[in-house]
């Protein structure tokens, strides 16, 4: 029994790369995505916020596999439009989805900064961007710390459908694994969740951290 | 004197809401000017819209000479824009009921922010200056301190220094004590009389301190549903006055002083 837990566990390892590699790469795009959607969801400027919440609704309201299945199957057909490798693929549609989600925190935790902090740079004669980026900004960013924290456990477990569009991920080689020796299907799944739980650690650890650092942040 | 600040029948509405009802008024440039009258009265929408927080519904801003909220734009009248706004705000300061101190910075970056970043000094140079100003306010031994750490009084009091760095011809006080501890209103007020007595800028003061007041302001103004309903010298104002509306907000007033005690 416990060979085999350690004989599945050195099999999966075999996708841990794709796992983590795609995992990183999504969570830094979805990041800068959820920074630019966020901040252009409260410009002046209508026709740009209207595209991003366009974006940002379209995204949220549909199923993150359908939009992997899109980006993969029908766009190249559609409009000959070629996006890269699956692993490319991958990395985009989980990025749009959560970075629309996140886009939406980055909004809510700049808007929630007291208005009186505005008013005193304003009063100071501070510029548009250096109100945002020295005053505004530093203090949303605490307040979206255990959020981001939580959407990045998301965005790992997300990561886990992209054995659908053939990426060899910790998942897909469960999959295998359970095919070549059904009897131990069970364990096989089990220490799938085992290892998308360990890799998760350290991102719970991280939003705990960044929970308290939310809490300290802004009083008084 | 040529005044440096004057509005010329100021409306401002919010929503259904006619707060100011065609404010006429002077400011001379070194003139320390109090601002009294019931709440709800538009006395904080009088500095607001010279601080450019809220936008006139009606009239104009003249501040040393340049319209605060147009511009001429071939030949016609055209609402400010930032950069405009930016320029004439370079001359005001203004202090806020709740202090608005930037929480994630110490007390001394408080003050070197705007110093970089508005008037362009190096670092050293902000330091120094706005060192100096703290020392003034009382505070020389609080530079590293955050504003959490500090009691209400004292964050005033940076609030206070932070406008004053960078040298405005006219500071704004929005019920600047309002907000404070009876205890704590007495160090707040001592630097504004201590401005008041040394400094020549311009000061407008919205506030409930009666007597401070009648202390140190040069002129009162009563604000009373939207209008100027009486001003002049702080004697004539608050002893000499039979306007019934003032005679009454000054009873309430000292009525609840009183009791308060």
Redesign the interface.
């Known amino acids: 029994m416990f060979d085999s837990a350690l004989n599945i566990l050195s099999y999966l390892s075999q996708g841990l790369g794709t796992t983590v590699s795609l995992f990183l790469a999504a969570t830094l795009l979805a990041f800068i995505i959820a920074f630019v959607a966020g901040l252009c969801r409260i410009v002046k400027n209508p026709l740009i916020r209207g595209f991003t919440m366009f974006y940002v609704e379209l995204f949220r309201g549909t199923s993150l596999i359908v939009q992997l299945f899109w980006l993969y199957y029908a766009i190249p057909i559609l409009f000959n439009i070629h996006l890269g490798s699956n692993w490319w693929i991958g990395v985009i549609a989980i990025a749009l989805n959560y970075g629309a989600y996140m886009s939406e925190v980055v909004r809510s935790s700049i808007l929630a900064v007291d208005k009186g902090q505005t008013e005193a740079a304003i009063a100071l004669n501070l510029s548009r961007v250096q109100r945002m980026r020295h005053i505004i900004l530093p203090q949303a960013l605490r307040l979206m710390l255990p959020e981001f924290g939580n959407y990045s456990i998301q965005i790992l477990k997300g990561t886990a459908l992209v054995s659908l569009i053939g990426l060899t991920d910790i998942l897909y080689y469960g999959d295998i694994y359970r095919s070549t020796n059904l009897s131990e299907g069970p364990l096989a799944y089990f220490m799938v969740l085992v290892m998308y739980f360990i890799i998760a650690l350290p991102l719970i650890w991280l939003s705990k951290k960044g929970e308290k650092i939310a809490k300290r942040g802004v009083a008084g | 004197m040529k005044p440096i600040v004057q509005y010329k029948e100021i409306h401002k509405s919010f929503g259904d809401t006619h707060v100011l009802k065609g404010i006429n008024l002077d400011i001379n440039p070194t003139e320390k000017l109090a601002i009294i009258g019931p709440s709800g009265s538009g006395k904080t929408t009088i500095i607001r819209l010279l ?3 809220e936008e006139p519904s009606d009239g104009d801003i003249i501040v040393d000479g340049t319209n605060l909220w147009k511009i001429e734009a071939g030949g016609k009248e055209k609402k400010a824009n ?1 950069k405009h706004l ?1 320029k004439v ?2 001359d ?3 202090v ?1 009921q ?1 202090f ?5 910075k110490t007390i001394l970056e408080n003050c070197v ?2 110093l970089v ?2 008037r362009k000094m190096n670092k050293k140079e902000a330091a120094e200056l706005a060192e100096n100003m703290l020392e003034r306010v009382g505070l020389g031994d609080k530079y590293d301190s ?3 750490q500090l009691s209400g009084g004292q964050k005033q009091r940076v ?1 206070m220094a ?2 004053l760095v ?1 040298k405005p011809k006219i500071m704004l006080f929005d019920e600047v004590t309002s907000a404070l501890d009876p205890e704590l209103v007495g160090e707040v007020l001592e630097v504004i009389r201590d401005l008041a007595e040394h400094e020549d800028m311009a000061m407008v003061l919205v506030t409930h301190e009666m007597d401070f007041a009648l202390e140190i302001a040069d002129r009162v103004l009563f604000l009373d549903e939207g209008v100027i309903a009486e001003e002049g010298t702080a004697d004539e104002v608050i002893n000499k006055s039979d306007n019934p509306r003032l005679q009454d907000f000054l009873k309430r007033f000292r009525g609840e002083t009183v009791t308060g005690q």
């Open positions: 601080m450019t927080l930032e930016s705000r370079n005001i300061g203004m806020f709740h608005n101190l930037f929480p994630h922010v705007p970043n508005v955050y504003p959490s609030a932070r406008a960078m």
